[in-house]
């Protein structure tokens, strides 16, 4: 469905809207111009009167209204939501349907960055070594290369169709 605004109800209140900040600008001016004729010299030099007609003038912009100019004709567009629902592929053997046979940057530091948490909570090592010294995120990375995690990664397609990958079959 596409809503279209009223472009001259838009274009009516953009010109009411800038008639009404001339008249205030006019009506600024013209006050400023009769309280400079109503005083005298000595009281324009005074600081304290400096300060608050600097007061008075900051109450008067702070009164404004800022309204936004804005001449873009804007459409919006809803879209009907697809309604999906997730299957299987079953592949034979050691085959891999979905995406590339290694596995991605984005799959690696997902599955790093969740064990390398696991880790640094105090979880059991899934390989044995020389573990004094070392961050969860090298040691994760190790238990990634050696292929010692007992993890399936799920690839989905857009139309639901999904395959869920052990970490066994993919390069690394």
Known sequence: MVEELNNKDIDKTLEESKEEIETKTTIKKLSKQKKKESRSKSETKTPKSRIKNKKVLARQEETTPQVPVSLRKEEFVE????????REINSQGKEILIGPKRLT??????????????????????????????????????????????ISIRRTLPNGIYQDIPLEWLKT
Do not use: C, H, W
């Open 79 to 86: 879209y009907d939501e697809f309604e999906y629902t997730l």
């Open 105 to 150: 940057r984005f799959e690696k530091a997902r599955i790093t960055g969740a064990r390398s948490l696991q880790i640094s909570y105090g979880a059991p090592l899934m390989i044995n070594g020389n573990v004094i010294g070392r961050s969860s995120i090298s040691l994760a990375i190790e238990e990634l290369e050696k292929k010692a995690l007992p």
